[in-house]
């Protein structure tokens, strides 16, 4: 975790910079085939720093209350919508282990249904792209479990249940509604 947010994370908060920077350019120059052109590295660079901003509020260790997830509106409406909170962590999980390459897992809400939804993500595209808010997310790029469980994503993806930090995924559930 400690690599994943010193090297990986910053890696995409400097690329963003660059092409952002290379894209204010372009723009002053009226230039739109380069401004087109810089649009997959702005995608990319500024989903991982967009998602990467809202994994780390998603994890807490457990002496900080991560895998304790208190009664609530959050808790009612994942039970409404998958059953119980065991089906949806069963669901997501098997969503996120299942994506081929490299991409993030989600819960998100549907700002239009005010309900909850899963979806994946390839590589770095943020949840938006799907028109979901996102709530929690999962990083299943390799880099984010290789050191510790080498190539088995399904054991990283169940261990991670026991540092949720569901009061900020509680806390994300109640804005998202609340617009
Ligand atoms: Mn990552």
Redesign the pocket.
């Known amino acids: 975790m400690q690599l ?1 947010y010193t090297k ?2 910053a890696a995409y908060v400097a690329n963003l910079n660059k092409a952002l920077e290379q894209y204010i350019a372009a723009e002053e120059a009226q230039n739109l085939q380069q401004m087109i052109a810089l649009q997959p590295a702005i995608r990319f660079n500024g989903g ?1 720093n967009v998602n ?1 901003s809202i ?1 780390w509020t998603n994890l807490a260790p457990i002496s900080k209350g991560g895998g304790d997830f208190q009664d609530g509106n959050l808790k009612k409406a994942i039970i409404q919508e998958f059953g119980s909170v065991d089906q949806f962590k069963e669901q997501l999980s098997t969503k996120s282990v299942a994506i081929q390459g490299s991409g993030w897992g989600w819960l998100g809400l549907n700002p239009a249904k005010k309900r909850l939804e899963l979806a994946t993500c390839d590589n770095q595209d943020p949840l938006s792209t799907k028109g979901l808010i996102p709530l929690l997310g999962i ?1 299943v ?1 390799e ?2 479990y290789y050191l510790q469980y080498k190539n088995v994503r399904a054991d990283y993806v169940k261990a991670i249940w026991s540092i949720i930090n569901w009061k900020n995924i509680e806390e994300r559930f109640a804005q998202a509604m609340s617009k």
């Open positions: 994943h990986h994370h991982g990467h994994f990083d790029w880099h984010a």
